[in-house]
């Protein structure tokens, strides 16, 4: 399978580029963290991402949504990382979205899913629940309560769980997982917004007896692992795309500044071992990128073992990404690390992408695993 985008693909690419460009640059970004936005996001640009298709990528024509697959939900995914936009799109558009087309009954798809496609909705799927990314030591119970079920847990890096309609937790059920929509103002609900690093949000859960009815219960009971493979499995390699968006833009950022910057009356771009350094950049990041496009069409495929795949484009998109934003701060020199400039900021997005969804090392120890060490 060839690693090149089709025709298709392309103009998809240059149609998110061109709109995220234009409607949320890095000054959006700034602007959002420095008037403490209650929201942490733009809802009319959410709404627009609606009325652009790119809110229902993944989400089938039938629901609203544009019907396509993992490659073309990279493809926007990358486009977020290259301008920093803080978004619902992971939480909602892939990981919430995903499970509920694999998982949920036809009501529950119909209730949600046109309302994500066009921007109306935001769901957060509610899992991890220590400081690392774990899904399989879920503490969080769901016992049977009269009609329904009883949860109580808490939950922790639940993006955008502040603004979510709804979530959908992960909880068990004696010793299988099971996954729940539950209206974030059910009694028993607590939800602290947690600004993170990188100016984007995220969500600590607490839930205390929280009464839920049976029809809450997306599929059936103890079927919530299948259907969390599927969406961390396109998260995890939507998380890649934007990873390699970010780092390809600090370095491109990067590259225009040593042509521009002087010192000792040359420009820096002229110093031979700046050029080595921007050169052996340069191609890693094209073996990030082949990695996470391969990940992404062998998704789109069925392909075997897709999941080793999809672990080996996110360790290598983030350990790639964050020698990109080490270099670009670097070769700033002291102005690198100013807030004047943005290779800072994208140091602090990829610090927290690298961490959503499983670090490089957890993906490392997966596919060693895998290979029977």
Same mark, same amino acid.
């Given at each position: 399978?060839?690693?090149?985008?089709?025709?298709?693909?392309?103009?998809?690419?240059? &149609?998110?580029?061109?709109?995220?460009?234009? =409607?949320?640059?890095?000054?959006?970004?700034?602007?959002?963290?420095?008037?403490?936005?209650?929201?942490?996001?733009?809802?009319?640009?959410?709404?627009?991402?609606?009325?652009?298709?790119?809110?229902?990528?993944?989400?089938?024509?039938?629901?609203?949504?544009?019907?396509?697959?993992?490659?073309?939900?990279?493809?926007?995914?990358?486009?977020?990382?290259?301008?920093?936009?803080?978004?619902?799109?992971?939480?909602?558009?892939?990981?919430?979205?995903?499970?509920?087309?694999?998982?949920?009954?036809?009501?529950?798809?119909?209730?949600?899913?046109?309302?994500?496609?066009?921007?109306?909705?935001?769901?957060?799927?509610?899992?991890? @629940?220590?400081? !690392?990314?774990?899904?399989?030591?879920?503490?969080?119970?769901?016992?049977?309560?009269? =009609?329904?079920?009883?949860?109580?847990?808490?939950?922790?890096?639940?993006?955008?769980?502040?603004?979510?309609?709804?979530?959908?937790?992960?909880?068990?059920?004696?010793?299988?997982?099971?996954?729940?929509?539950?209206?974030?103002?059910?009694?028993?609900?607590?939800?602290?917004?947690?600004?993170?690093?990188?100016?984007?949000?995220?969500?600590?859960?607490?839930?205390?007896?929280?009464?839920?009815?049976?029809?809450?219960?997306? #599929?059936?009971?103890?079927?919530?692992?299948?259907?969390?493979?599927?969406?961390?499995?396109? #998260?995890?390699?939507?998380?890649?795309?934007?990873?390699?968006?970010?780092?390809?833009?600090?370095?491109?950022?990067?590259?225009?500044?040593?042509?521009?910057?002087?010192?000792?009356?040359?420009?820096?771009?002229?110093?031979?071992?700046?050029?080595?350094?921007?050169?052996?950049?340069?191609? @890693?990041? @094209?073996?990030?990128?082949?990695?996470?496009?391969?990940?992404?069409?062998?998704?789109?495929?069925?392909?075997?073992?897709?999941?080793?795949?999809?672990?080996? &484009? !996110?360790?290598?998109?983030?350990?790639?990404?964050?020698?990109?934003?080490?270099?670009?701060?670097?070769?700033?020199? #002291?102005?690198?690390?100013?807030?004047?400039?943005?290779?800072?900021?994208?140091?602090?997005?990829?610090?927290?992408?690298?961490?959503?969804?499983?670090?490089?090392?957890?993906? &490392?120890?997966?596919?060693?695993?895998?290979?029977?060490?």
């Amino acid at each position: 399978m060839p690693l090149i985008l089709t025709e298709e693909q392309t103009m998809l690419k240059e &149609a998110a580029d061109g709109f995220l460009s234009e =409607n949320a640059p890095i000054s959006a970004l700034r602007k959002l963290r420095d008037s403490n936005d209650a929201d942490g996001i733009s809802r009319d640009l959410w709404k627009a991402f609606g009325e652009m298709g790119f809110a229902g990528v993944i989400i089938p024509e039938e629901h609203g949504g544009s019907g396509l697959g993992a490659v073309e939900a990279g493809i926007v995914a990358e486009g977020l990382g290259r301008t920093l936009t803080p978004s619902p799109y992971f939480g909602s558009s892939i990981l919430a979205a995903r499970v509920l087309i694999d998982a949920a009954s036809a009501d529950q798809q119909a209730a949600w899913l046109p309302k994500i496609a066009a921007g109306e909705a935001i769901l957060s799927l509610a899992l991890d @629940e220590g400081p !690392k990314h774990q899904p399989s030591r879920i503490a969080t119970t769901a016992e049977r309560s009269g =009609n329904g079920f009883k949860l109580n847990g808490s939950k922790g890096f639940v993006l955008d769980g502040h603004i979510a309609d709804a979530l959908i937790v992960a909880a068990k059920t004696e010793d299988c997982i099971s996954l729940f929509l539950v209206d974030p103002k059910t009694a028993g609900v607590e939800i602290e917004r947690t600004v993170m690093v990188d100016a984007h949000n995220a969500a600590r859960v607490t839930l205390t007896d929280v009464q839920v009815d049976a029809d809450a219960l997306l #599929g059936e009971v103890g079927a919530g692992e299948t259907a969390l493979e599927g969406a961390l499995n396109l #998260g995890r390699a939507c998380a890649a795309a934007c990873l390699t968006g970010a780092g390809d833009q600090a370095f491109l950022t990067t590259v225009e500044y040593l042509k521009t910057r002087k010192q000792f009356g040359k420009l820096i771009g002229e110093f031979q071992a700046l050029q080595h350094r921007a050169a052996h950049l340069f191609t @890693e990041l @094209e073996l990030a990128k082949a990695a996470t496009l391969g990940a992404l069409q062998r998704l789109d495929a069925g392909a075997p073992k897709a999941d080793l795949a999809v672990s080996v &484009a !996110k360790a290598k998109a983030g350990k790639v990404a964050e020698l990109a934003v080490q270099e670009a701060v670097q070769m700033h020199g #002291g102005v690198g690390m100013t807030d004047e400039f943005d290779v800072g900021l994208y140091m602090k997005r990829v610090r927290v992408l690298n961490e959503l969804l499983g670090d490089a090392g957890y993906h &490392a120890e997966k596919l060693a695993q895998a290979g029977g060490y």
